[in-house]
């Protein structure tokens, strides 16, 4: 039974049956969420038990994200912030190819370290790495915006 499966999302795409599941709680712990306050849900236990579990604001939409993607039908992947990639995995995170990558390396773009011959990247020196490219990509794409707004293209 599908229902059962105890595979990662990292590896698989959510089922027909996980999605409609995610859509309702998704729709559940949306309801009960406050912008910036805890939320607060009841939940049933077997024997008819009912507990009250409190979430911190963050927990709450780190799990409304968890959520949203399966709930979207994709897959995801969850990287604690002080783990160590491979660079395949830190190419795959960034969307590039690993030659592209390991050039980012040894140019110094991304701190790495080295483990007998293989390099690791922490996931936070690939996170702020991340974060800068896409704001420089952002300013990028707004001066574009402005020089074509100078000169009467939109």
Do not use: C, W
């Not at 499966?5 to 590896?11: G, L, N, P, T, Y």
């Not at 995170?93 to 483990?115: A, H, M, Q």
């Not at 704001?135 to 794409?141: E, T």
């Amino acid at each position: 039974m599908s229902a059962l499966r105890k595979e990662a999302f990292s590896d698989r795409l959510p089922d027909e049956v996980e999605i409609k599941n995610a859509e309702q709680l998704r729709t559940i712990v949306a309801a009960h969420m406050r912008q910036g306050a805890p939320t607060t849900l009841s939940l049933a236990q077997e024997g008819g038990d009912v507990q009250n579990v409190t979430l911190s604001p963050a927990l709450a939409e780190s799990l409304l994200e968890v959520l949203r993607f399966v709930s979207s039908g994709r897959g995801f992947r969850m990287i604690p912030v002080g783990s160590e990639l491979t660079t395949q995995q830190a190419a795959d995170l960034l969307n590039v190819s690993r030659p592209f990558l390991v050039k980012l390396l040894e140019e110094g773009e991304i701190p790495y370290t080295k483990t007998g011959r293989h390099r690791r990247v922490r996931a936070e020196d690939l996170f702020a790495y991340k974060e800068k490219r896409d704001a420089m990509r952002s300013d990028a794409l707004g001066d574009l915006a402005r020089m074509d707004a100078e000169d009467g293209l939109v």
